[in-house]
């Protein structure tokens, strides 16, 4: 009698379908492109306005918008967006590509951890922050935790 292959049963040494690393990066791809969604989204970065002594006005930018870095100074968000955008995208080489590297998911753990940290400086130096900023800062966070190379 002959033997039926089991479905998913390969060589050794094949990968059928996708294992621990793929899926990890996987979760982490849809953090970053969740975080950058919100990013682009006109209610991330928040700056006061004071036009009077007593009166003070709150608006909400982009975190892509570079006139938040012209009106008040503070780089963090659009540095927090372009290193997130960066992360997701060597994160998408590194599932498509048809060889594992470490050189690749190292590059873009460490686009994500700078994004994570820029991030939270805008929030704990500045002070600057809302619900958004937080909950962009909270993807960030687990899409390191879920892209961690070792």
């Known amino acids: 009698m002959e033997k039926v292959p089991q479905p998913g049963a390969g060589r050794k040494g094949e990968r059928q379908g996708m294992d621990i ?3 990890r990066c996987l979760v982490s791809l849809v953090l970053l492109l969740g975080s950058v969604v919100l ?6 970065a928040a700056l006061t306005f004071a036009p009077s002594p007593t009166e003070r006005i709150e608006r909400t930018f982009s975190y892509f918008d570079f006139g938040v870095f012209g009106m008040s100074g503070n780089p963090f968000p659009f540095l927090t967006a372009l290193l997130a955008a960066a ?3 060597v994160t998408l ?5 048809k060889k594992e590297s470490l050189k690749r998911r190292l590059a873009g753990w ?3 951890l700078l994004s994570l940290g820029s991030s939270l400086a805008a929030l704990l130096l500045l002070g ?7 909950g962009i800062s909270v993807l960030l966070f687990f899409a390191v935790f879920f892209q961690k190379p070792a």
């Open 21 to 23: 690393k793929q899926k």
């Open 39 to 44: 990013m682009a989204l006109p209610l991330g």
């Open 87 to 89: 992360a997701a995208l």
């Open 93 to 97: 080489w590194n599932l498509l590509g």
């Open 110 to 112: 460490m686009l994500t």
């Open 128 to 134: 600057t922050g809302n619900w958004v900023s937080i």
